[in-house]
């Protein structure tokens, strides 16, 4: 077999939020295929980074009322745990605000200018006079201009696909202040991708870049007339690279963020002493890319004319997947299958999902369910009932003794297993692992077959059967063996238990044709155990909780910015900043008002929440013997001991929520920014615990 030079990409998760099993469907994906390009012994690089600018991340900094930095460094942290939670390893993973991504971004745009494809033009931006700022795409909903769906973002429509500006929504709404928007004035920087037509048209319709039906779309969306202009600037303010010689100018997050794979390359190629060229403008290397269907038309139309005009590798192959649904329906936080990856991993183990997304991943765009009872029953029968079930009804027998050296006689069993390897090769190469585990699963079947007949443990009590009961066990742990190796790309921490075991590293693909003979057994330890239905229900309730919790926190804290909070030492000397990034709401009347019921109160008891990283636990005294238990996302900003006999403000009237820690039963008021930036507002001297806020 010849060697292959393989670079593989997963798209960059936005670093304004964490891993949830929506997105590890592209991830596993992913590294399921590279694990066995690197089994097949190819010279195989993972590369992924964050997706770092943008205005989403400068909103949410100044909500935070921290640096774009420091939320980004933080997110690429949580990131890095939960990918490795589920055992999905990068070669590297790096961040588009890197010193690598900025001069490969001006590398790659002093050739598009040099190729005359940029062209300056004003544009009609929406601009939100609310928060005072123009709007991002993803910051605008509206009615998609063709087909008119609602609710569509400000570039792509979800139903249809058509790519289209903010600016021609239908009815457009900012997410950020919820008003109408304007339309002003901007000059901003075009590429003319109709210059490259020809060759996005030839490159796409090649048969071998694209699936099928991805071809097809793109000929009957796009292709079939004049491309548009690609809008690649964005005035300040904005988080992200200026543009070199178009100051106050930002290149759009979606010519930096491709743009990333390149820069994370180049930071692995600098640690390792390897040539860069070598990987991005080498014939001999084969970049492929993991992408949702949503993204699209960036990665096989934008993408590849950026790469072909600065003479770098184009794509052999974008390989697109569907999206998650959990029990037929979308992720949902009030249903609690709006999972973390972080969650998950409290309940369950990541195998399970690692499996379950295999069986269900073929080569095309379909979406795939995560239907709860069948994940439990597949997982609880494939892998514990079929796979583990192998070893742990024969190792225990032969743990501490040495296999034999001549493999026994199995009536063709391991050479039949053997011969399915080309088979499954070509389905993980096609990424139609589904396939590939109902396959393997029919060798588990066979193997359990062989292992009811033999019966191990009757022979173990038989007189003189010693020799047939070591042979029996051989075989099936040879058998098992070989089911593992197929599996080591889904499984790759039983791939590393087998080893153990048997004491002989599962390292290459071949290994599944010659019988492991020879070897000391170990003791068996438990490879995977069955999942019941408290565990998974038990996770559902977390999910809840969580979103329970996010509700609370954010009643406690603003979820926009307040600005300066006032002090003596300002005199009077108000910034304005509170109103601009948090506008005031809509008018209601006394009848609205009364309808809340704000109470002085006194904490008389406030502790820690065991689990909760932002929580207190409050006890509030309303006077006369009444009490409120209340939940309080304020332990970033003050310590219970220092809340004892404070006087705050209530809601008293709050419906409660059974919550994880217990029921909260109110609510207490403050302002602030947000983490250590929150204050408490207390009523003047006078107040006493029960009176109304009026």
């Not at 939020?17 to 390009?37: A, K, M, N, P, S």
């Not at 570039?155 to 058509?162: H, K, L, T, V």
């Not at 173990?460 to 047939?468: I, V």
């Not at 108000?574 to 019921?597: H, M, Q, R, W, Y």
Request: net charge negative.
């Amino acid at each position: 077999m010849t060697e292959r030079r393989i670079l593989v990409t997963a798209a960059l998760p936005y670093a304004n939020g964490h891993i949830h099993i929506g997105h590890l469907v592209e991830y596993i994906q992913t590294d399921i295929w590279v694990r066995f390009q690197k089994l097949q012994g190819h010279r195989c690089l993972f590369i992924c980074a964050d997706d770092t600018h943008g205005t989403a991340i400068m909103i949410r900094a100044r909500r935070e009322g921290r640096s774009e930095e420091q939320v980004i460094a933080d997110m690429r942290e949580a990131h890095i745990r939960d990918f490795a939670g589920f055992q999905i390893e990068f070669d590297n993973y790096g961040s588009t605000n890197s010193p690598e991504n900025r001069a490969l971004c001006h590398e790659i745009w002093s050739s598009i200018r040099k190729a005359g494809l940029v062209r300056e033009k004003n544009v009609e931006q929406l601009f939100d006079p609310v928060a005072g700022t123009f709007l991002a795409d993803r910051f605008v909903r509206g009615t998609c201009p063709k087909c008119g769906a609602t609710d569509q973002p400000g570039d792509n429509c979800s139903r249809c696909g058509a790519a289209y500006s903010p600016a021609d929504l239908i009815d457009p709404k900012s997410t950020l202040s919820g008003v109408t928007p304007e339309v002003r004035s901007a000059p901003h920087l075009f590429i003319e991708l109709e210059q490259l037509h020809s060759f996005l048209n030839d490159w796409s319709q090649d048969g071998t870049h694209l699936q099928p039906e991805v071809a097809n779309y793109l000929k009957g969306h796009f292709l079939c007339d004049v491309l548009r202009d690609w809008d690649v600037s964005r005035p300040a303010p904005y988080f992200g690279f200026e543009i070199p010689d178009c100051p106050g100018n930002y290149w759009y997050v979606w010519f930096d963020a491709p743009i990333g794979y390149m820069g994370s390359t180049r930071e692995w190629c600098d640690r390792h002493g390897e040539d860069f060229d070598g990987w991005w403008r080498n014939p001999e290397t084969e970049i492929h890319h993991f992408i949702g269907k949503d993204i699209t038309y960036f990665h096989t139309l934008f993408w590849p004319g950026m790469l072909k005009t600065a003479g770098f590798n184009l794509p052999k192959k974008v390989h697109i997947h569907g999206f998650l649904t959990v029990g037929g329906e979308k992720m949902s936080k009030s249903k609690g299958t709006f999972v973390t990856a972080a969650t998950f991993v409290k309940s369950l183990d990541p195998a399970a999902l690692r499996y379950y997304y295999a069986s269900k991943l073929g080569p095309g765009l379909d979406d795939i369910d995560l239907n709860l009872e069948e994940f439990i029953a597949k997982v609880n029968s494939d892998l514990v009932g079929k796979v583990v079930n192998l070893a742990s009804r024969c190792a225990r027998f032969v743990a501490g003794q040495t296999l034999p050296e001549v493999y026994p006689e199995d009536g063709g069993l391991f050479e039949f297993a053997a011969s399915k390897a080309e088979l499954l090769a070509a389905s993980y190469e096609q990424c139609n692992f589904a396939a590939a585990m109902r396959e393997i699963m029919l060798l588990a079947d066979r193997a359990n077959r062989f292992v009811d007949e033999k019966q191990p443990w009757v022979l173990r009590k038989q007189a003189g059967a010693e020799a047939e009961l070591r042979d029996v066990c051989t075989i099936t742990l040879n058998l098992f063996r070989q089911i593992v190796i197929y599996l080591a790309p889904v499984l790759p921490r039983l791939a590393q238990q087998t080893g153990e075991l048997l004491n002989a590293p599962i390292r290459h693909w071949n290994e599944s044709q010659s019988p492991l003979t020879g070897t000391l057994v170990g003791e068996f330890q438990h490879l995977m155990k069955r999942i019941e239905e408290t565990q998974v229900q038990a996770m559902i309730e977390e999910s809840k909780q969580e979103a329970a919790a996010e509700v609370v926190a954010g009643a406690a804290i603003p979820a926009e910015p307040t600005g300066p909070q006032f002090h003596a030492a300002d005199t009077w000397k108000d910034s304005g900043n509170a109103l601009s990034s948090e506008p005031l709401a809509g008018e209601c009347t006394i009848d609205d008002f009364v309808k809340v019921d704000l109470r002085v109160a006194r904490v008389i008891e406030a502790a820690h929440v065991a689990g909760a990283d932002k929580l207190l636990q409050l006890t509030l005294s309303l006077g006369g013997g009444e009490t409120r238990n209340v939940f309080a996302g304020i332990k970033a900003a003050y310590k219970p001991e220092d809340l004892i006999g404070r006087l705050v403000i209530c809601v008293a009237n709050l419906k409660p929520r059974q919550m994880k820690f217990g029921l909260s039963q109110g609510m207490v008021c403050a302002s602030g920014s947000g983490g250590k930036e929150v204050f408490l507002l207390s009523p003047d001297a006078g107040s006493v615990p029960g009176q109304r806020v009026h």
